[in-house]
Structure formats: structure tokens, C-alpha cells
């Protein structure tokens, strides 16, 4: 019998969505949605609702877990802490405080990666932290941050409705920001012009007004012709430019000739492409919301900045209806950023290698601060292969199944002298570990997650955490113990808080107090913004001058090209029911009911030419890796592309990803390489990862 309900936030993605909990006593028993929450208004989607699964206690890790040759034993706290203190202090003794790093999770609560990075920076003296923003939203924070000073969503999601044009590029909403997906759909019913920019037919690019099928990888060269166009045309925001933006004389020439290299490059024809810049310049409020297809490239970086021309020049930003949105993945990867879960800068984006934030942090904590960078997270891969790198502490991530190349991710865990994994279940990244720590849930700790918005939402504990599952700052803090250092033991989450509060001033205005009040607060909130800040840059950038930099970009290659021996190229997205590494989703039946465990998306045409059926078996094979799976035959995908979800680790898509990385935010590009893909006789299965790795 369902006694009771509590309410929190859903833990899947950036939306953050309002949940209530059922709960029978101490057993949660269900989930519905929050009728007040001012996004979500009285709906979830299908992951939403089944929350209750993902964190369901059957096969959680309830006890530490210690290495013992080729399986694990269970192992007190004290002892794990023990042997953890000593191997870091060993590591550091021998090979210096860079040898070791901690990666933490943007699924985890902002307090959990507050503590993460302080650990690493004021007990082991490193900036060896970060997360999956890396090989997510990098070369946003890196890109924005240089054009506008802040790498953040630039609206609210209610602005959705105040838009008469929204243009999507690269995001796919109505199967991964499922909520805003709706609202977009909805404002499109209602009137809205939508312009829809991606290499596949997306359920959005069906009901578009213009669909810019462009090929995979050519966003600059298809943005740079919408602005050449725009210039050519005199439908920039003269008055904006002037009084807001540097450097527009310099963008313009060097867009010469664009729309001529677009016709040739993007498969877009060029009266779309005009149709498109008419559209979205002469809006009253245009809005672009973006994603992985322009941040997952070598190019990311500049696939970013390029959008952000393109709104700066017709002055779509800083209003409401308007502005530039990169649409942010993992329920807190915003927070996890924001709280300076990242080699290069403390919380609230202040650099590390400025000498005034490091007095300011050093007094604040009372030690010794290193002003050098630390390595990303791929960074301490690669440095682990080479020798460089020796102790990784990572919790809430799974990169053995999320981050490209994974012989080579296995390969480097592997080699390390000291693993520690924190997590929920049994995950292919924990079963590489030496020690691995039980993890309480969203729904048995308290904290706050910031959504895409900029929503410091606060989460209460509704049941206790299974076995003797900690919090992970808690843990985090026993490390912290066993290396000498009290610097991590507040008593409550709330301590945690407001310790970081202080210290960031984009969140100096917050206290619980104030969040549990009004359903978040959105950041800046501070003396001057009490009450938070729906939209940013209304008067002013957040850069130094004020003013926005228009800085012209140039096309960048895809990494890996095709030939007659991988002749597809492999992108790789996501589908409605999984999330991320599929841990928590693929627990729920229902979830699991709708796809199966591993899929390939062919055009017909490909299909025919290389005697693939539909779900018929295929291999896929890149100069990495090898894969077998079902291909589904779909016209939604273009010639010469085939595409997979990164969800199912029986055919895990990054078996065959590329690790080239862009020069500005090392992100890798997951979103192209170059694939064969082959039938397999008629009527045998495909064989999962497991057969295959255990048969090489
Ligand atoms: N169901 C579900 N929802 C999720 C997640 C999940 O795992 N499952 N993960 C969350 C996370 S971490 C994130 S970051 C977000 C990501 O959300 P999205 O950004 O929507 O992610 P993807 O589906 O990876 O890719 C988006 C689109 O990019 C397109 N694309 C590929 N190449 C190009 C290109 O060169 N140009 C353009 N314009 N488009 C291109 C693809 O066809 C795809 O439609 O989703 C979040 N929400
Ligand atoms: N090929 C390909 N690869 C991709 C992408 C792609 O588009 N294509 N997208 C990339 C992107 S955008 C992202 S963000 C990454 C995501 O990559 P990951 O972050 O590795 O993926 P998740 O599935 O979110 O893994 C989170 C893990 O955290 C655990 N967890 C949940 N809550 C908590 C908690 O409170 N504490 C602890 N300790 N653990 C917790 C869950 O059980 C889960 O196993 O994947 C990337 N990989
Ligand atoms: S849209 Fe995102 S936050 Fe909302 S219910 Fe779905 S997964 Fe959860
Ligand atoms: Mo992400």
C-alpha cells in the first residue's frame, strides 16, 4: 500500500523534470509527475516514470569491494579507506601529485562534485578532475566562454513559447530533452517557424518548415553560408552589432565565397540554405537550440562559435524568445561544471592558473594551490598508457562502455596502479577496479542538481541509501581522513552548500532555504540578482569588454575518411528509452520492451548494395574495433551514413569510435569515423561484446 510521496528531481537528463516518489515505508514503489513544476508541468517521459527501476536495490552494491585476483571480496569501510589512503599516498610519494586524478559525475549531486574537486585540488595538490562535460558540452563552455564569456544556455525553457523561429541543429529534443521536445512540438502547432538542421530525418525535421539535410561533420561551412548570405542580403542587426559586438568587419570578409563552398560541401542546396537565413535572421526572436552534432567533432569548438556568429549578427540574444542554447545532457552536467569539475578552473569558471583565484581558494581552504592545468579526463588515459599517470578515483561514469575507443580505455584502466570506482551497480568500468565503493542514489541523499537552464534545483532524501551506501562526498571526505586532511568534513550537504556559495559567485545569492522555496533559482544569483536570472547577457556580455567577439572560423575536416575498405560513416546517437551507459534504464522491463539490445541504422539503398536485410545479422568493423549487431533498414538515415546508439553494451558503438580529438576542448569526435559493415549468414545471432572479447 502507497502510504506516502516525496517530491525531488528526475536524475536522467538536463531537462529536470519534477518527480514525486511513492513510497511504501522505507521501499519506493513508484514515480509521478510533479503537477507545479514550472518545466515539466504535470508530465515526464518514459524514463521519467521509470525512475523507480534505475535505482531499485536488487543488484545494487551494498558493501566495499576489494580486488582478489580476478573477482571481488567484500571488505569493511575502514579496510577499503585504509587501502586506498595508502596506495595514494604511495602514488603521490613515488610519482608526484599529477600521477593521480579523479573523475567525477555530472549525474551526481552538486555537493558530491564540490567535493571532487576539492579533494583533488587542496588534499592531493592537483587539477587533475573532470567528467563527462568533456566528451559532451566542452566545446561550449570552450567556445562560448570565448565569444559571449559564458558557456551556459543562454534562455529559459519556457522561452520556447516566446519564439517565432526556433532552429535546431544538431539535437535530436523530442527523444533525449523529451520535455522540451513536446514544448517545441507544441510551439510549432501553435505558429512557430521550425527550422531543423541534422544529417538524419529526426521526428522534429519531419514536422519542420525547412529540414537542411546537411552531411555529417559540415556545420561551419553550412553555417558560414547562412551568414554570408545574411550580410549579402543586409538582413543583419546593424544596431546590434554596433553597440554589442566586436570584430564584425573581420567575420565578414572572411565569409567570402561561403555559399559557393556549401553548395559543393553540404549536400544543401542553396535556395534551402537561403530560405533558412531569411527565416531565422528576419525573426522577431529567433532561438537555436544545439547539441551533440555540433560539439562531438574535431571541429567543436569552432562548430560553436560559428552558431554563435550566426545569432550574434542578427542580434538574437538577450531577450526573451532569444538565444543561443546548447542544450545540456546529463541531469547535473551543468552543476558539475559549474562547480568546477574541470582541469582548467575552480567553481564558478574562475581559471586556476590566475594567481588571484588561487590566493582567493588557498585562504579559503588553508593550503597550498597548484597553478598548472590538469590533464582531461582522456588526458589521464592517455597519460596512463604512457606511463605518466598512476591512481584514478573515478564515480558516477562508465567510460568503458561512454568513451571512444574502448580496447584503449581498457587498456589504460588497466594499467593503472590504483582504480577506485564508485558506483550504483555492477558496471564494465567497475569490474576494472581495485576497490569499489557502494554509491547512495539521488533518491537517498540530499543535495541540488542545476539543469540546462541554469536551475539549481534542491533534492531531498526520500528512503536510506541500501547496505552501507554512502553519500559520495561522504566518501569522498574518509579520503580526504585518510590522507591527513579534515578539509572535507562538513556534517550536512547544506554545509557543503554554502561553503560553495561562498566561494562562487554566479551562486553567492543561494542558500536551501531559498531553493526549496521557489523551485530553484537559475544562476547569476547574487546581490544583484536575488532572485536568479531567467536570461543572460540582457545589457552586457559576460566577457571582459562587455561586448560579444564575432571571431570568423574556418572548415574543419572530419578526422576520418572513408575509403573501399570502411566506406559508411558511423554516427553515433540516442534513443527515447536508454540513458547513457544503459545501467539504470536498461533495469526497468518496460524500458527494455521497446528496443532491442544493439541496432544499426542503414539507408536501403546501402543495405542492398551489401545484402543486408533488415534485421538481418551484420558485422561492423573500423580501424579500431569490431561489433556484430541487427541492421534496421530506414530511409531516415541518409546514403552513405549508417548510425548506432552508444546504450547497449553487447554492441557497444564505441568499440569502433575515434579518439581524434579537437585541439581547442579535446573533445573526441564521436559523432564520425568510418565503418565496413557486412552481413552475417542468414539466421545466425549476433555474437555481444563479451563472446567476442573472451574469443580474441
Ligand atoms: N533518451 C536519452 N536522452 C538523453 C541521453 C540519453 O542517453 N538517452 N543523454 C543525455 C545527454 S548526456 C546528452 S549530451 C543529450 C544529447 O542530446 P542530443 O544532442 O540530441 O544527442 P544525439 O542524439 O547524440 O545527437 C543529436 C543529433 O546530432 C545529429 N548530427 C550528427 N552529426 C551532425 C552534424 O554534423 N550536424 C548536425 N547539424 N547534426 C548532426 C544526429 O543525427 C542527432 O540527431 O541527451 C541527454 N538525454
Ligand atoms: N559513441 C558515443 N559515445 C558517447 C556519446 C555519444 O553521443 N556517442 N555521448 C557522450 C556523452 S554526451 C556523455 S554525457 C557520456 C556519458 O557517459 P557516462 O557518464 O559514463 O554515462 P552514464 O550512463 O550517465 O553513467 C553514469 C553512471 O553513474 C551511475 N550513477 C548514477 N547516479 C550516481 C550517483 O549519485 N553516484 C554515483 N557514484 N554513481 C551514480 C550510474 O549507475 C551510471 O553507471 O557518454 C558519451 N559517450
Ligand atoms: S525529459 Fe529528462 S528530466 Fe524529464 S522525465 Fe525525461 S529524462 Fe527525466
Ligand atoms: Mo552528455
Not at 548570405?229 to 542587426?237: A, C, G, P, S, V
Not at 559543393?264 to 530560405?275: P, S
Not at 569499489?436 to 541554469?454: H, M, Q, V, Y
Not at 532524501?461 to 562538513?490: E, F, H, M, R, Y
Request: hydrophobic residues 40%.
Amino acid at each position: 500500500m502507497t502510504i506516502h510521496s516525496k517530491s525531488t528531481i528526475c536524475p536522467f537528463c538536463g531537462v529536470g523534470c519534477g518527480i514525486n516518489l511513492l513510497l511504501d515505508n522505507n521501499t519506493i514503489t513508484g514515480v509521478e509527475p510533479q503537477a507545479s513544476h514550472p518545466i515539466s508541468r504535470g508530465q515526464l517521459c518514459a524514463k521519467g516514470w521509470s525512475t523507480a527501476y534505475g535505482i531499485d536495490t536488487h543488484d545494487r552494491i551494498t558493501q566495499p569491494l576489494i580486488r582478489h585476483k580476478q573477482s571481488f571480496k567484500e571488505t569493511s569501510w575502514d579496510h577499503a579507506l585504509a587501502f586506498i589512503g595508502k596506495k595514494i599516498k604511495d602514488i603521490i610519494a613515488n610519482h608526484g601529485a599529477d600521477a593521480v586524478g579523479i573523475i567525477s559525475s555530472a549525474r551526481a549531486t552538486n555537493e558530491d562534485n564540490y567535493a571532487a574537486q576539492k579533494l583533488a585540488r587542496a588534499v592531493f595538490n592537483t587539477n587533475n578532475v573532470d567528467h563527462c562535460a568533456r566528451i559532451c558540452h566542452s566545446p561550449t563552455v570552450a567556445g562560448l566562454n570565448m565569444t559571449l564569456g559564458s558557456g551556459a544556455m543562454t534562455n529559459s525553457a519556457s522561452d520556447i513559447f516566446a519564439a517565432d523561429v526556433i532552429m535546431v541543429i544538431g539535437a535530436d529534443p523530442t527523444e533525449n530533452h523529451t520535455i522540451l521536445g513536446g514544448h517545441i512540438m507544441r510551439a510549432k502547432l501553435q505558429g512557430t517557424t521550425l527550422i531543423v538542421i541534422d544529417p538524419r530525418k529526426t521526428r522534429l525535421a519531419k514536422l519542420a518548415d525547412i529540414h537542411l539535410q546537411l552531411k555529417a561533420g559540415s556545420n561551419i561551412e553550412l553555417i558560414n553560408a547562412m551568414l554570408e548570405e545574411i550580410i549579402e542580403q543586409q538582413w543583419h542587426n546593424k544596431d546590434f552589432i554596433h553597440r554589442r559586438c566586436e570584430g564584425f568587419v573581420s567575420l565578414a570578409a572572411a565569409l567570402e565565397g561561403a555559399m559557393a563552398t556549401a553548395i559543393k560541401t553540404t549536400g544543401v542546396n542553396g535556395a534551402l540554405i537561403h530560405a533558412a537565413a531569411k527565416a531565422y535572421s528576419q525573426a522577431s526572436n529567433g532561438m537555436i537550440l544545439y547539441g551533440m552534432g555540433i560539439t562531438q567533432y574535431v571541429s567543436g569548438t569552432f562548430n560553436v562559435i560559428s552558431l554563435s556568429n550566426l545569432a550574434l549578427v542578427c542580434g538574437h540574444i538577450g531577450r526573451p524568445g532569444t538565444g543561443i542554447n546548447p542544450l545540456r545532457g546529463q541531469n547535473n552536467v551543468q552543476g558539475a561544471c559549474d562547480m568546477g569539475c574541470l582541469p582548467n578552473v575552480y567553481p564558478g569558471y574562475q581559471p586556476v592558473d590566475d594567481i588571484a583565484n588561487r590566493e582567493k581558494f588557498s585562504q579559503a581552504w588553508g593550503c597550498h594551490l597548484s597553478l598548472q592545468k590538469g590533464l582531461t579526463s582522456l588526458g589521464m588515459s592517455t597519460a596512463s598508457l604512457q606511463g605518466d599517470f598512476h591512481g584514478l578515483i573515478l564515480f558516477g561514469e562508465n567510460p568503458v562502455v561512454t568513451d571512444p575507443d574502448q580496447n584503449q580505455v581498457r587498456a589504460a584502466l588497466k594499467k593503472l596502479d590504483l582504480l577506485v570506482v564508485a558506483e550504483l551497480t555492477m558496471t564494465d568500468t567497475a569490474k576494472l577496479a581495485d576497490v569499489i565503493l557502494p554509491a547512495a542514489s539521488f533518491a537517498e541523499k540530499d543535495g541540488t542538481f542545476t539543469n540546462c537552464e541554469r536551475r539549481v534545483q534542491y533534492i531531498q532524501q526520500v528512503v536510506s541509501p541500501p547496505g552501507t551506501a554512502k553519500t559520495d562526498w561522504q566518501w569522498l571526505a574518509d579520503i580526504a581522513q585518510q590522507l591527513g586532511s579534515d578539509k572535507l568534513n562538513w556534517k550536512t550537504s547544506e554545509a557543503v552548500f554554502s561553503e560553495m556559495a561562498r566561494l562562487t559567485p554566479i551562486y553567492s545569492g543561494m542558500s536551501y532555504q531559498k531553493l526549496k522555496k521557489n523551485h530553484g533559482l537559475q544562476w547569476p544569483c547574487n546581490q544583484q540578482y536575488p532572485q536568479g536570472s531567467a536570461i543572460l547577457h540582457r545589457e552586457q556580455f559576460a566577457t571582459s569588454t562587455g561586448k560579444a567577439e564575432l571571431i570568423p572560423v574556418h572548415p574543419v575536416a572530419i578526422d576520418e575518411t572513408t575509403d573501399t575498405e570502411y566506406p559508411l560513416t558511423l554516427t553515433t546517437n540516442r534513443l527515447h528509452f536508454h540513458y547513457g551507459c544503459g545501467s539504470m534504464t536498461r533495469k526497468s522491463p518496460l524500458l527494455e520492451r521497446e528496443t532491442p539490445a544493439g541496432i544499426l541504422f542503414i539507408n536501403p539503398a546501402d543495405a542492398d548494395a551489401n545484402q543486408i536485410h533488415h534485421l538481418g545479422p551484420v558485422a561492423v568493423r573500423s580501424r579500431r574495433g569490431y561489433i556484430e549487431t541487427r541492421a534496421i533498414c530506414t530511409e531516415d538515415v541518409p546514403p552513405g551514413l549508417v548510425t548506432m546508439p552508444y546504450h547497449f553494451r553487447e554492441a557497444p558503438s564505441n568499440q569502433l569510435t575515434n579518439n581524434a580529438q579537437d585541439p581547442v576542448s579535446k573533445m573526441p569526435e564521436l559523432k564520425a569515423c568510418a565503418v565496413a559493415v557486412t552481413p552475417l549468414a542468414a539466421g545466425c545471432q549476433p555474437r555481444d561484446s563479451d563472446t567476442l572479447h573472451r574469443s580474441r
